[in-house]
């Protein structure tokens, strides 16, 4: 089951001041955006995000997620729900499957946390659609003309809607489809209620007051000094991890081994599911083991057909995602690649300038060696290539 994040970033944000449209404003260092895609890429069991624009904004888009390597962006409509329909028809006519999830969610909501993703996604096995909620807890009234308060309403059963909110493709889909062709689409403010209006039951999931919307100038100082205390908090306390990997690949047919990034000529292959790179597969499993968040396999099952030869920097750019959604940084990588041949010391440079470019860190803090095993066991048979890694990361505010 894939599950794919649509992020709405299409509107102008009028209400929110003068300036660029509230998804590019800065948040401490980075846009409302930016913040918005790296929290969604880092969620478990999200397999892709796309991005919805507004078509004069191409190039503020691109400054915005430079670096992020996501798909093209999909242009938007004139309302939200034109945007959320022209994603679904785009992922739709790009093959996804009817069954697939998708996770809807508003670009100026930049602080979805992994657990609030995680349950929207739990709660679609159970359910149609889903939507994460607060209770209303502050007392309601009517505004009454003049300024005046009006009467008092009754806040018994009612909740305050977030979003990502999730649906599986086909029904969510459908239930656009017939909105618009209803003539009701453009009204609708949220996608729970084109599918409440499909028929289909939504389960509410618990929000979380850091996931506020900004819409106002006033939201976005509130972000801001968010951002602010964050790093703050993470800048007080420092957590060590240090995790290893190891990583072993038989020979086959073929004409050149990838290793480390770098493609090498050689009479055979590496086998695989993916591009068989022991050295970044070592080099993940370190990280993901220093971050306790299991191993490759965890996070791209061998069993999932799309990572079929897939190239490995896929995984480890991963992994460093996964180190900056947890407020760290890495400190150091250090791989030895374990083989008779192809002789890696030509390429060790490449190696390392390879490795630190896809974890966004000075090339200083990478090492690549390697070394033989005297002809013994099976690398020294040459049926194969073995790696394995370590790697220290700093988590800061998890201590």
Not at 30 to 57: F, K, S, Y
Not at 197 to 216: C, H
Not at 274 to 302: C, K, N, Q, T
Request: hydrophobic content about 45%; overall charge neutral; charged content about 25%.
């Amino acid at each position: 089951m894939t599950v794919h994040a649509v992020i709405l970033a299409a509107g102008r944000g009028t209400r929110a001041g003068p300036g660029a449209p509230k998804q590019y404003r800065d948040l401490g260092g980075a846009t409302v955006l930016r913040r918005a895609v790296e929290a969604l890429r880092a969620a478990p069991g999200v397999n892709g995000v796309r991005v919805v624009i507004h078509p004069e904004d191409r190039a503020a888009y691109e400054a915005a997620v430079a670096g992020l390597d996501l798909p093209p962006p999909i242009l938007g409509g004139a309302t939200r729900a034109a945007s959320a329909l022209a994603a679904l028809e785009t992922l739709a006519a790009e093959g996804a499957a009817p069954d697939d999830l998708v996770l809807l969610h508003d670009a100026a909501r930049p602080f979805p946390s992994p657990r609030l993703i995680a349950q929207v996604i739990a709660a679609l096995a159970r359910h149609p659609a889903a939507c994460p909620a607060l209770p209303m807890t502050d007392t309601v009234r009517r505004a009454a003309e003049g300024g005046l308060a009006g009467a008092t309403l009754d806040r018994a059963g009612l909740v305050r809607a977030q979003t990502p909110q999730g649906f599986r493709l086909g029904p969510i889909l459908r239930a656009h489809r017939a909105a618009r062709d209803a003539g009701r689409h453009d009204a609708a403010t949220d996608d729970v209620a084109l599918a409440q209006a499909a028929g289909l039951d939504v389960a509410l999931t618990p929000g979380d007051e850091d996931n506020a919307k900004i819409t106002t100038a006033q939201d976005l100082r509130r972000a801001r000094a968010l951002a602010a205390a964050r790093r703050a908090a993470q800048g007080g306390r420092m957590d060590i991890r240090i995790g290893s990997g190891f990583d072993v690949h038989a020979f086959g047919p073929g004409d050149h081994v990838t290793l480390c990034g770098v493609r090498i000529p050689h009479e055979r292959g590496l086998t695989g599911h993916s591009d068989a790179d022991v050295g970044l597969h070592a080099i993940a499993d370190a990280i993901f083991g220093a971050l306790a968040e299991g191993d490759i396999g965890r996070w791209f099952p061998p069993s999932d057909p799309q990572w079929r030869g897939a190239r490995s920097e896929i995984f480890l750019a991963k992994a460093a995602e996964r180190v900056r959604a947890r407020g760290g940084r890495i400190g150091n990588v250090d791989c030895t690649l374990i083989c008779e041949r192809p002789r890696i010391g030509p390429h060790a440079e490449a190696m390392r300038a390879e490795i630190a470019r896809i974890l966004d860190i000075p090339a200083e803090r990478v090492s690549v060696k390697a070394t033989t095993t005297e002809r013994l066991g099976f690398a020294g048979r040459e049926e194969g290539i073995a790696a394995q890694a370590s790697a220290l990361i700093v988590l800061e505010g998890e201590a």
